[in-house]
């Protein structure tokens, strides 16, 4: 299983960006996704979930992010989406796509829960 993140860079707060999670080795539809992030000195943790057709086939939202961050997925691509909108300085994270345990996204916001990995994105919001 293959998990390859793009899309990250340096944006200027209220910028917008797009992350991809290309992924192989597995078909989608059997997976729920989550993209986790990690500031630097803090620790990673999962922001938003997308669960699939063995689930509830909802998306799920930490409440800081709601409104801002978008999360969707292509299974006939076998990629998963991270649309981020109005970024500001505190969105500065290695950026991780994973799946998860939970068809339905349960725990999606503690790291233990995720199984494959990518190796990350980094997107920095400075002015």
């Known amino acids: 299983v293959q998990l390859v993140e793009s899309g990250g860079g340096s944006v200027q707060p209220g910028e917008s960006l797009t992350l991809s999670c290309v992924v192989s080795?597995?078909?989608?539809?059997?997976?729920?996704f989550t993209w986790l992030r990690q500031a630097a000195g803090k620790e990673r943790e999962g922001v938003v979930c997308a669960s699939n057709s063995n689930g509830d086939n909802k998306k799920y939202y930490v409440d800081s992010l709601k409104g801002r961050f978008t999360v969707s997925r292509d299974d006939a691509k076998n990629t998963v989406y991270l649309q981020m909108n109005d970024l500001k300085p505190e969105d500065t994270a290695v950026y991780y796509c994973?799946?998860?345990?939970?068809?339905?996204?349960?725990?999606?916001?503690?790291?233990?829960?995720?199984?494959?990995w990518g190796r990350g994105t980094q997107v920095t919001v400075s002015s």
């Open positions: 994973a799946t998860i345990i939970s068809n339905y996204c349960a725990g999606y916001q503690d790291p233990k829960w995720a199984e494959f």
């Open positions: 080795g597995v078909n989608l539809e059997y997976y729920a």
